[in-house]
């Protein structure tokens, strides 16, 4: 908010404009701080001449077709809601991503340990054999984030080795994706095909859907989870 102490005390603030955030596990500002991020990276790269000015333009394009992508997204809220029943069986839940899935897959993991209590990580999937992979078994679904994108067949072995472990597979990916997996899963959210800019905005969204119907079969207050509060005031 521009009237925060943080924004009054900081030389330069770049407001998000999401508006009236209800729940004290946000959703919809996590799409909107990507967003504003995305604008000061493609701004900051033409600044530099990494990009000309026919690469600015086409940036801002797929930049601009985001809440249209986002509203196709959205349209599979009834297949996440019948995953979630399934999902709310479980005590604890594993995220994996790599590069910039990464990041969603620690958001999906916090989001659903906030709001269904449901101990849940977001691992790099690169780091897989170094901890995660000793928790895998038939009680451990594993959520997979994996566009299909230069690294998509990277990610695909570590799905092989969680399938060789008993692990419930949940892939998220787009119709590319879903068709080279050749893997047995739980389900596989197919996501609209996305430019790689705006991929991460379009893919928060079904992590957070996902956490959010978990939640309401659950039973927990989702606007108001447990122990959370909507500001912190102390060190």
């Known amino acids: 908010m521009r009237e925060s102490t943080i924004a009054r005390e900081s030389d330069g603030i770049f407001p998000t404009l999401a508006g009236p955030e209800i729940g004290v596990a946000s959703t919809k500002a996590f799409t909107c701080q990507l967003s504003v991020l995305a604008s000061l990276a493609v701004k900051a790269a033409a600044a530099r001449g990494e990009v000309d000015a026919e690469g600015e333009k086409l940036l801002v394009r797929q930049l601009s077709e985001a809440p249209k992508l986002a509203n196709q997204t959205l349209k599979l809220a009834g297949q ?6 399934d999902l709310s069986h479980y005590k604890h839940v594993l995220y994996l991503g790599r590069d910039t899935n990464y990041p969603l897959a620690m958001e999906g993991a916090l989001k659903l340990k ?6 849940a990580e977001g691992y790099a999937a690169g780091e897989l054999k170094h901890g995660p992979i000793a928790l895998i078994d038939e009680q451990m679904p594993v959520i997979v984030i994996a566009p299909h994108d230069r690294i998509f067949e990277k990610t695909v072995s570590n799905m092989q080795e969680v399938a060789a472990r008993g692990g419930k597979i949940i892939l998220i990916t787009d119709a590319k994706g879903a068709k080279h997996s050749t893997i ?19 893919y928060s969204l079904p992590i957070q859907m996902l956490a959010y119907y978990t939640a ?6 989702v606007d108001q989870p447990r122990n959370l509060a909507k500001s912190v005031t102390v060190e």
């Open 80 to 85: 996440i809601e019948k995953l979630a029943r």
């Open 114 to 119: 906030e709001i269904s209590y449901i101990h």
């Open 184 to 202: 047995d899963t739980l389900d596989t959210i197919i996501v609209p095909d996305v430019p790689e800019i705006i991929s991460p905005i379009v």
């Open 216 to 221: 309401v079969f659950m039973g927990t207050d």
